[in-house]
């Protein structure tokens, strides 16, 4: 199983920017995808959460509508879209899948295999 996140940049406060989690070896009507970050000197936190068949999504209320995942199954990609961008969004942005049997509707628990992280920076 490989996760493979990517698109992540320098973007200035107010900007927006789309991550791409690529998967390979599972499928995604199985897998719970969360997207993930963890901030210098911070947790990591869960941000986003889209369940396996039915595609139910989760986004931390602390985001207020400004992100939102969706995913390709045919492509076996996951993506985040990140809008108005805030200086306090800067970290490393990581996606991780987890069985449907065991994730979580927030993709707090049970992620099995995590990838690589990309970096966002917001900043002026």
């Known amino acids: 199983v490989q996760l493979q996140a990517s698109g992540g940049g320098l973007v200035q406060p107010g900007g927006s920017l789309r991550l791409s989690c690529v998967t390979a070896g599972i499928s995604l009507d199985y897998y719970a995808i969360g997207w993930f970050r963890q901030a210098p000197g911070k947790e990591r936190e869960s941000i986003s959460c889209i369940s396996g068949r039915g595609g139910a999504t989760y986004h931390a209320p602390f985001l207020k509508g400004r992100f939102t995942i969706s995913r390709i199954n045919v492509q076996n990609t996951v993506y985040l879209q990140m809008d108005d961008l805030e200086s306090e969004d800067t970290a490393v942005y990581y996606c991780?899948?987890?069985?449907?049997?065991?994730?979580?509707?927030?993709?707090?628990?049970?992620?099995?295999?995590w990838g690589k992280g990309t970096l966002v920076t917001v900043s002026s």
């Open positions: 991780a899948a987890g069985s449907i049997l065991g994730a979580t509707q927030d993709c707090k628990v049970g992620m099995q295999f």
